[in-house]
């Protein structure tokens, strides 16, 4: 609590806080919350790509793996220049996940952030820091037994024994907000509490996913679309006995991404349902596949441990979701707290454009089958 008081927090009416006002219980209400097309500024577009203002001024940059993460040494998030959140927000586009360690941040100054690389998501339901609506609590413990018992086990916490029924959204493999008309571009989570070890958390490349298909299945699915769903449900109110459901949206499954040109798998195993213009058999199949060539194959993939930071600092991951997938590993099993802020910019309304290249064309790197 230490970092949210000496952010200006107000915590005297307690903590976290639960958005009040117009919570929507209706799946239409949900459905029109951001239907309309807003502009969005893709930052990194334009940016350096040599990134010179960025890398100058840290101490180290270190890639984590060959396809995906980067670490960057000795520079503060809350003092970055805006050509430098620029060139962050280029770097976050080619190498999907970007870590910055022992940061000095409060809420206020990670929701400028956010507002400043696109529209910050304010979600209805999710508990969130009080007075800053944007800035989300990621709070597991707080999540599991607020609602006075907890469902996850060591048996029941990983992907291996996941039941979709019961134990919504632990440790899946996702890709945050896809459900909304222009899903999550940046999110930024900021850990000021972390475990001494356990709950790391993986991400996975959405650009290295595509390029391990064959040159005949991309072409398969380039251009096809997907039902997107939301992970919380709301009631449908003309049919109030289907009990809850959650909110569709169709996107491309294969998209590209604005700053860099290009072409990613966007699929994940808990939110999206189904693939247009196929039998659901059909459907079901292929995206099983998708969905173990991000979740199999360990060289797309980065595992981060955020700790140890010191006293009073925090640890930040942004990561670009148009381009990757994530999941927590949830070995710590609620005996340690892990608390932290998450900040969301929204982005474009996503498309696909035919021309577009995958990385590895890109890049020059071999396609040999
Ligand atoms: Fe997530």
Do not use: C
Not at 76 to 82: I, S
Not at 160 to 175: E, L, M, R, V
Not at 258 to 264: D, E, F, L, V, Y
């Amino acid at each position: 609590m230490r970092r949210l008081e000496e952010g200006g927090v107000d915590l005297s009416k307690g903590y976290p806080e639960r958005p009040s006002k117009d919570v929507p219980i209706f799946l239409d209400e949900g459905l029109a919350i951001r239907d309309d097309d807003y502009p969005y500024i893709e930052r990194g577009k334009n940016a350096d790509p040599e990134k010179k203002a960025l890398f100058g001024a840290a101490k180290e940059v270190i890639h984590l793996t060959k396809h995906i993460g980067t670490e960057i040494v000795g520079l503060q998030l809350a003092d970055l220049t805006d050509q430098q959140k620029d060139e962050l927000a280029l770097l976050v586009a080619e190498r999907a996940v970007v870590f910055f360690r022992e940061q000095k941040l409060s809420p206020k100054q990670q929701l400028e952030l956010g507002d400043y690389w696109g529209r910050v998501e304010k979600h209805p339901k999710q508990i969130q820091v009080p007075g800053f609506p944007g800035v989300t609590t990621v709070w597991w413990e707080y999540r599991l037994k607020s609602n006075g018992k907890s469902t996850v086990t060591f048996k029941n916490s990983g992907y291996g024994s996941w039941d979709s029924n019961k134990f919504s959204g632990i440790s899946t493999f996702h890709t945050d907000l896809v459900h909304e008309k222009q899903p999550a571009g940046l999110t930024h989570l900021h850990l000021d509490e972390i475990p001494d070890h356990g709950g790391d958390t993986v991400w996975a490349s959405g650009y290295a996913a595509y390029d391990k298909l064959s040159e005949e299945f991309k072409k398969f699915l380039d251009g096809k679309k997907g039902v997107f769903v939301s992970a919380h449900k709301y009631l449908d109110r003309n049919d109030p006995f289907a009990g809850p459901k959650r909110i569709e949206r169709v996107h491309p499954i294969v998209r590209t991404h604005p700053a860099t040109g290009w072409k990613a798998l966007f699929v994940n195993r808990e939110l999206t349902k189904k693939i247009l213009g196929v039998s659901p058999v059909e459907s079901d199949i292929i995206l099983s596949y998708l969905f173990d060539v991000y979740e199999k194959n360990a060289d797309i993939q980065v595992r981060f441990k955020w700790g140890p930071t010191k006293p009073g600092y925090g640890v930040s991951a942004i990561w670009d979701n148009r381009i990757s997938q994530h999941r927590i590993i949830y070995d710590h099993e609620e005996s340690v707290p892990r608390h932290g802020t998450r900040v969301t910019s929204l982005a474009e309304l996503p498309f696909f454009d035919e021309d577009s290249p995958s990385q590895r064309e890109a890049l020059g790197l071999p396609l040999d089958e």
